[in-house]
T-cell receptor
């Protein structure tokens, strides 16, 4: 079993839809949770960085962490075709190395 | 400014060549990272430098040789690579290497093809 599970998709939604992206994890020591967006043939871009459980909002993006369920989510409101990309969850805090553990990434397509 | 720059953008090299990838950041970050990413896979950590010293080597073959000349620069020297080493090589940086992993900022990557 992988430490971090993420459905690779692809996920296809119409423009304006609310998108929900999710990851589950098995290591209860993780405390820091990140979402990266990666456009094709580009480097990952940090979207959200959260600590422990709770919600964090930034514009159209909301990150949720539920440590009791070992489940994290990224919501995108009013999705746009420019949101079409691969979304990677990542987490850290287990051990002292600071190593990020990534999910497999979910490919999102927002259709006009 | 959260920019990490990488050169070259593309590189094609033969299995007997020696080449280098370069990474630069001017955010004052003291931790720098090399990742390898294959198509439709997440980035895989290769090396971590903390305060210009090699902190983590994820059992990377010796044909990859990292170097951190100063706090802003990171190089990856390549020699006698194999075709399966073809991938996107990503550099990242964070304020420090800590148990949090820090907020890591990635460069655009170098797309390497080994022929």
């Amino acid at each position: 079993q992988k430490e971090v599970e993420q459905d690779p998709g692809p996920l296809s939604v119409p423009e304006g839809a609310i998108v929900s992206l999710n990851c589950t994890y098995s290591n209860s020591a993780f405390q820091y949770f990140m979402w990266y967006r990666q456009y094709s043939r580009k480097g990952p871009e940090l979207l959200m960085y959260t600590y422990s459980s709770g919600n964090k909002e930034d514009g159209r993006f909301t990150a949720q962490v539920d440590k009791s369920s070992k489940y994290i989510s990224l919501f995108i409101r009013d999705s746009q075709p420019s949101d079409s990309a691969t979304y990677l969850c990542a987490m850290s805090g287990a051990g002292n190395t600071g190593k990020l553990i990534f999910g497999q990434g979910t490919t999102l397509q927002v259709k006009p | 400014d959260t920019e990490v720059t990488q050169t070259p953008k593309h590189l094609v090299m033969g299995m007997t060549n020696k080449k280098s990838l370069k990474c630069e950041q001017h955010m004052g970050h003291r931790a720098m990272y090399w990742y390898k990413q294959k198509a439709k896979k997440p980035p895989e950590l290769m090396f971590v430098y903390s305060y210009e010293k090699l902190s983590i080597n994820e059992s990377v073959p010796s044909r990859f040789s990292p170097e951190c000349p100063n706090s802003s620069l990171l190089n990856l020297h390549l020699h006698a690579l194999q075709p399966e080493d073809s991938a996107l090589y990503l550099c990242a940086s964070s304020q420090a290497q800590s148990r949090t992993g820090g907020e890591q900022y990635f460069g655009p990557g170098t797309r390497l093809t080994v022929t």
